[in-house]
């Protein structure tokens, strides 16, 4: 099992930046061998995929958010970025980090217009 742990949500002005942060601790197989992977779920919607990145580096996003966010992780630190740029008020939301069903408790992103 692993534990995740988000940081860094906050109230940002449309087309600021964040930088989120996701540590995981527990089972370091699971972490260091499963992609870490960032969903988002704003009041009323369903959670949907934002982002993930493989052990190795490869990336993948939805495209609401390609050419703005950027997903990272430092295995070293067993830890996971999300670089958001250029913030929309359709990106607020709960943003949470998931590694293999694992899931981490949430951190807002508020965005004002």
């Known amino acids: 099992q692993v534990q995740l742990v988000e940081s860094g949500g906050g109230l940002v002005q449309a087309g600021g930046s964040l930088r989120l942060s996701c540590a995981a601790s527990?089972?370091?197989?699971?972490?260091?061998?499963?992609?870490m992977a960032w969903y988002r779920q704003a009041p009323g919607k369903q959670r949907e995929f934002v982002a993930t990145i493989t052990s190795g580096g490869s990336a993948n996003y939805a495209d609401s958010v390609k050419g703005r966010f950027t997903i990272s992780r430092d295995n070293a630190k067993n830890t996971a970025y999300l670089q958001m740029n250029n913030l929309k008020p359709e990106d607020a939301a709960v943003y949470y980090c998931?590694?293999?069903?694992?899931w981490g408790q949430g951190t807002q992103v508020t965005v004002s217009s």
């Open positions: 527990g089972s370091k197989l699971r972490i260091l061998t499963n992609t």
């Open positions: 998931k590694v293999a069903s694992d």
